[in-house]
C-alpha cells in the first residue's frame, strides 16, 4: 500500500465521516422535533432526540386524512407527467441545438440563452397563463408553466455534444430519420444526463407550491405542498385566535408542525435519490467539461 492511499485511509475517510454526520444532523433535529411536544420546543429549542413524546403535530396534520392523501395524489401525477414530458422535450432541445447540420442552432441558443436574463414579469405570465392557455383551476397549470428548462437544455447541449456527429450521419445513410436517431441512439446514449435533470426537475415539480397558489381554487387539486402550506398558516391563524382569546397558546403545535411537515413533505422524494446517483456526478461534470 502506498504512503499516499494509506494517508487518505487515516486522513480522508475520517474527513468524509465527519462532513457527512455533519449532514445528517439537520436531517435529524428534524425527526427529533417533529415529535418533540410543543411546549417544550418553546421553552427549550429543537433538538435531535425528544425529551417529551408528542404525536400531536402529526395527528393535526392528519386530522382530515383524505385532503392530504388526495393531494399527494395530485403531486405524484403533477411529478410524474410534468417530469416525463419536460425530459423528453429539453432533451430533445438539446441535442437539436449541438446538431452541427442545424444552421440556427446559435441563434436559437441565443434566444433560450436571453430568456435567462430577462422575463416579461409575473403579471403578463399570469395573464398567458389564464386568458390564452386556460389553465386556470387546471391541473395542468402546474404542470405546463414549468415543463421547459433553459439549464436543463444548455446540459444536454453540452452532454451530446460529447457523442460523436459521424454516429448521426452513419444511421443516416442507414436511412434511420431524425427522431429515430434521438429515441434509439441518442436517448440510450444520454443516460446519465437524463437522470441529472429528471432529478431537477423532479425535484422542482414537488416542491412547487407557487402555481397551484396562482392557478388553484379547486381544493381538490391542490398540491402537496400548497395543502401545508394552508395547514401551516390556518394553524397560525388558530393559535393567533386561542392568544386573544386568554387560551393556551401551545395546544396549537406551530413549531413541532413545521418539522412534522418537512418529515412529510421530503420523505418520498428522498427515495428517488439512490436511483439516480450513480449517474449523476457523470451527467454534471460530462456536460460540462465538453460543453
Known sequence: MS?????FKVIGYPLLLLFAA???IPFLIVIGSSFTS???????GYSIWPKEWSLESYRTIFK????????YGVTIFVTVVGTSLSVFLNTMAGYVLQRKDFAWRNKLSFFYFFTTLFSGGLMPWYILCVRYLHLKDSIWAMILPG???????????GFTASIPFEMTESAKIDGAGDFTIFCKLIWPLSKPVIATIALFTALTYWNDWYNSMLFINNSDLYSLQYQLYKLINDAKELRKIASESGMVVDTVPIESMKMALTVVVTGPIVLLYPFVQRYFVKGLTLGAVKG
Open 3 to 7: 504512503k499516499d492511499v494509506l494517508l
Open 22 to 24: 455533519i449532514c445528517l
Open 38 to 44: 410543543e411546549s417544550y420546543i418553546i421553552q427549550h
Open 64 to 71: 382530515s386524512p383524505m385532503a392530504i392523501i388526495r393531494a
Open 147 to 157: 415543463i421547459v428548462s433553459v439549464w436543463n437544455i444548455l446540459l444536454v447541449k
